[in-house]
């Protein structure tokens, strides 16, 4: 079955600074790859997605990810964080046709944002 | 525009009790999902359905159930409410396979 992992629970940084959340998925095949994001009391907004192609990816926000095949990663990075960008991160991966369907989240990566 | 409601918003009710979690998309999507967020555990599969009249069981669906009389509604039933579904409910919806899912603002169900 796939699963995705995200190893920081919580990460601080300073405005201003930059941004790396790490996120590792188990899949026997190329996965569907997705990265969320969702404030406080709010639901999920899609950030980037992964499909094919470009293994950099573009999302909304200034956000973007880096698919590694040999790492099985898919780490999502920001060049300057602002305050807005405190919320709960998700890691997703799709991995419907292969048995299994809906999406399969990782636990979340808490970002704060020190003034 | 489009959009993916949930209601009510926030549930307060009592253990053995039946309660229902509305979710309603109009994006006229086929797939619908319903997922539970807990602290330490992200978001996990309750059911899912791709179609009216279909209806399939997630990874955490003992307790939980669906019908899908229409494209538009997929609600969510607790059939006999414990403390351990307390929890935040979100529903998202997505037009096919290995698409975006959109999700509704959630609801937060507390069982006493």
């Known amino acids: 079955a796939q699963s995705v992992t995200q190893p920081d629970i919580h990460i601080t940084v300073s405005e201003g600074a930059s941004l790396e959340l790490r996120c590792n998925y188990s899949y026997g095949a190329t996965p569907y790859l997705f990265w969320y994001v969702q404030s406080p009391g709010q639901g999920l907004q899609l950030l980037l997605k992964?499909?094919?192609?470009?293994?950099l990816v573009q999302g909304i926000k200034g956000f973007e990810a880096e698919f590694k095949r040999s790492q099985s990663s898919f780490n999502l990075r920001k060049p300057s964080v602002h305050w807005s960008d405190a919320a709960e991160y998700f890691c997703a991966v799709d991995a419907s046709g292969g048995g299994a369907d809906g999406l399969t989240f990782g636990k979340g990566t808490h970002l704060i944002i020190q003034p | 525009d489009a959009e993916i409601t949930q209601s009510p918003r926030h549930k307060i009710t009592e253990t053995g009790r039946q309660v229902t979690l509305a979710c309603h998309q109009t994006?006229?999507?086929?797939?619908m999902f319903w997922y539970r967020q807990d602290l330490g555990h992200g978001l996990r599969l309750i059911h899912y359905s791709y179609g009216v009249q279909d209806t399939n069981k997630g990874e955490v669906s003992d307790g939980y159930s669906v019908s899908r009389s229409n494209t538009e509604d997929l609600p969510l039933t607790l059939e006999s409410a414990a403390s351990s579904q307390t929890s935040v409910y979100f529903c998202?919806?997505?037009?096919?396979?290995?698409?975006?899912?959109?999700f509704g603002q959630g609801t937060r169900l507390t069982v006493v």
């Open positions: 992964y499909f094919s192609g470009d293994t």
């Open positions: 998202a919806s997505r037009q096919s396979l290995n698409t975006e899912a959109f």
């Open positions: 994006w006229n999507h086929n797939n």
